[in-house]
């Protein structure tokens, strides 16, 4: 076991312990996957009392190296972060090979993924999502809810919402799959073919629902993502909402120079 810290370490005692914990993880002493020792063991090996030794396991769920789970107490992650290269998924390249953004992304970071569809029906457009298509607040819309997984874990959820004169003369939106390249293929097979996706993201801490759906540990911070797909004749065909876990990604931009 690492030694224990020094008491005259100039910070307070929670991030010395906090301090100490991360470097027996960044040397493996503390694998991936390995439960940090209990409350208990670390209030008697750091003679700290339970308060002290709780805000120095906050302090590692800050950091995104270890997650809590309820009644189970805390374990050092095993998963890396998901590179997600926000400028290349939407390539048609990737559509026309029959690669959804998520599986283009999944791809290039090495990791294995996965979808669950919760939900593809039709919903009543709230405020906010009637806005953003252009439509009536309550106006019928198809929404597609899906849960996505990187190597098992669950990542990101992301709910579409499409105009249902639109979606009711595509068949296979109404399908769990799609089909290759997703549903802005489908949308660009039927005539829709995609000008510009605008995205705006925001970070927040995890609703009860979004701590439960991504397995995070509650008070985790999760990238809020919104996206309007605008087609070439200047309609709004798709927008979609993404909740993803935040330690899961790093968002990459290439952002032109010239004018």
């Known amino acids: 076991m690492a030694p224990t810290p020094s008491r005259d370490a100039g910070k307070p005692r929670y991030l ?22 209990s409350e208990a063991e670390l209030m008697k090996k750091y003679a700290a009392s339970q308060g002290t030794v709780r805000k120095a396991i906050g302090e590692l769920r800050t950091t995104g190296l270890v997650e809590t789970r309820h009644g189970k107490g ?8 998901v590179r997600r ?36 029906g039709p919903t009543d457009a709230p405020e906010e999502i009637a806005e953003r298509l252009s439509v009536p607040t309550g106006t019928k819309v198809l929404s597609r809810r899906r849960l996505y997984f990187s190597d098992g874990i669950p990542t990101e959820e992301a709910t579409s919402y499409l105009p249902w004169d639109i979606a009711q003369d ?14 802005y ?8 073919v995609l000008k510009e996706l605008t995205e705006t993201l925001r970070v927040r801490l995890a609703t009860k629902h979004e701590v439960a759906a991504l397995s995070l540990s509650p ?14 004749a200047g309609r709004v065909v798709e927008v979609c909402d993404t909740y993803m876990a935040a330690d899961q990604f790093v968002l990459e931009y290439r952002v032109p120079a010239g004018d």
Request: charged residues 25%; hydrophobic residues 30%.
């Open 16 to 37: 010395q312990i906090a301090d100490d914990l991360i470097q027996q993880i960044e040397e493996k002493v503390l694998p991936a996957g390995e439960q940090v020792p």
């Open 74 to 81: 805390s374990y050092v992650k095993r998963r890396p972060p």
């Open 85 to 120: 290269k926000s400028s290349d998924r939407f390539r048609r390249s990737h559509r026309m090979a029959g690669k959804a953004a998520y599986l283009a992304e999944a791809e290039q970071s090495g990791s294995k993924a996965t979808v669950s569809v919760l939900y593809v």
């Open 170 to 183: 595509i068949p296979e939106l109404f399908e769990e799959n799609p089909g290759g390249g997703g549903i």
């Open 185 to 192: 293929a489908r949308l660009e097979e039927h005539g829709h």
């Open 219 to 232: 008070g985790s911070p999760i990238i809020h993502l919104t996206r309007n797909a605008e087609s070439e």
